[in-house]
């Protein structure tokens, strides 16, 4: 059964055509009323980022919370793992936060936490989305059982000073000179506040939000002003954060940019010789580089892989007990801290390793070569192109062409009507052939 609303991270679009306060509005009854558990006060926490429209449905959240006798308490601009914190930390029984993570300022949207912190289950979201399209009326909380609603003002201390204590407590970033970019966005505040407590010498981008420059020309998605950053100061290290500060990339310090398939090996190495990791091995997905599962393999460590999604990496590493798991973006679940993917404390474990090692960023996030990756996309008017013969064809012989020495990875886009094409192989030459030889057929097909 598809879903009408949610998708593969919350309810996302364009705010006040897709994103509105009455769709925010029943949101919240919704969870309120799915949620409800007994006959105790029940609460929700609500964060947001830093979009304009981040007011409107806020408040919208509130009155429907509250409306179905869910008491809230309002976070403000805080990242995305904080709320997933603070939903366990706060005993809330649900978790909200408003926010399009790497989007244009024009879309927002609605994430989910479980008491736990962790995003729903697609049963529950499918509960949560027949009763949006329901008569509610008859479930909500007579006027002496109405919610309320207040604002919480140590929310930014409490999250730092858990950030700190992912670390040892020895552990000084003294003598670091570090160059962080918050993307106009969530982590503006928290994030150099975290790292100027821990020692750096601390240089800010993108921490003057007005609503609407949020990653507009900063951030993860833009790292192009934050390499420049480094380079004039002569940093140390650059750290780039998205809209909701899940994901994180680093810059090192010739401004060249690090991916999140070097960060996992770092951390996995790292983790490794103390004896920290639960499994021999990590969680990612199908796009993560070969390059990646090559050097894994070569330290006695396998790579599972997933569906794109940090959804997926997280339930492959909760059924098998894996501890750490990311994406090639710079989503990274560290499970003994965070419940989703949480960008600071990502960057505070690199900032650690290179610490330790006295050796420069360039070298210490510099695990392996990344083979030859490339990455086409081919859109379609309708129909299943991947189901035509040729392009079935194409695919199986992209694939022996390959052989052991590559990957070829063909998915479908969740949000648009696109057909990715992925392969990669120690073959530059032949790796561009295969992917242009699937698109062309695919292309045909459509």
Not at 268 to 294: F, K, Y
Request: glycine share 10%; hydrophobic share 40%.
């Amino acid at each position: 059964m598809s879903r009408k609303y949610f998708g593969t991270d919350g309810i996302r679009g364009l705010a006040n055509k897709i994103i509105t306060p009455e769709l925010a509005l029943k949101v919240g009854q919704a969870a309120g009323l799915v949620f409800r558990n007994g006959d105790y006060r029940h609460r929700v926490v609500i964060g947001k980022d830093t979009r304009l429209s981040g007011y409107m449905i806020e408040n919208a959240l509130v009155a429907g919370f509250t409306s179905v006798g869910v008491d809230v308490m309002v976070l403000g601009p805080m990242p995305t793992p904080a709320v997933a914190m603070l939903t366990r930390s706060m005993r809330a029984d649900l978790g909200v936060m408003i926010s399009a993570s790497h989007n244009p300022f024009e879309d927002n949207g609605i994430k989910l936490f479980g008491p736990q912190g962790f995003k729903l289950s697609d049963e529950i979201e499918r509960q949560i989305e027949v009763l949006i399209d329901s008569d509610m009326s008859a479930k909500l909380a007579k006027p002496a059982s109405f919610g309320r609603a207040r604002r919480v003002d140590d929310v930014r201390a409490r999250y730092v000073e858990f950030a700190k204590h992912t670390l040892p407590r020895s552990m000084s970033f003294e003598g670091m000179r570090v160059v962080i970019d918050c993307a106009n966005g969530a982590g503006y505040k928290v994030a150099p506040e975290a790292l100027w407590e821990l020692g750096a010498e601390v240089f800010s981008l993108g921490v003057e939000p007005d609503g609407m420059n949020i990653n507009r020309d900063v951030g993860s998605t833009a790292p192009d002003a934050l390499s420049r950053k480094v380079r004039e100061l002569r940093a140390d290290i650059g750290i780039a954060l998205d809209g909701d500060a899940d994901r994180v990339l680093i810059v090192d310090e010739h401004g060249h940019l690090v991916d999140g398939d070097q960060l996992m090996a770092v951390v996995a190495e790292d983790w490794n010789a103390d004896g920290r990791l639960s499994q021999p091995g990590i969680v990612a997905t199908v796009m993560s580089n070969l390059g990646l599962e090559r050097y894994l393999q070569s330290i006695g460590l396998s790579l599972a892989r997933t569906p794109v999604g940090d959804r997926y990496v997280l339930e492959h590493m909760r059924e098998h007990g894996y501890n750490i798991g990311g994406e090639q973006s710079g989503h990274m679940i560290l499970s003994d801290y965070s419940t989703t993917g949480d960008g600071l404390i990502t960057a505070m474990q690199i900032l650690a390793v290179v610490k330790r090692r006295s050796r420069p960023v360039s070298e210490v996030c510099h695990a392996f070569d990344p083979l030859p990756q490339i990455l086409k996309n081919v859109r379609f008017k309708g129909g299943k192109p991947l189901d035509a013969a040729n392009v079935s064809k194409a695919i199986q012989s992209a694939k022996e062409k390959l052989g052991n020495s590559g990957r070829l990875v063909i998915r479908p886009s969740g949000t648009e009507p696109v057909i990715r094409v992925m392969a990669e192989g120690d073959d530059r030459a032949l790796v561009e052939q295969v992917v242009n030889d699937v698109c062309e057929a695919v292309a045909a097909a459509a």
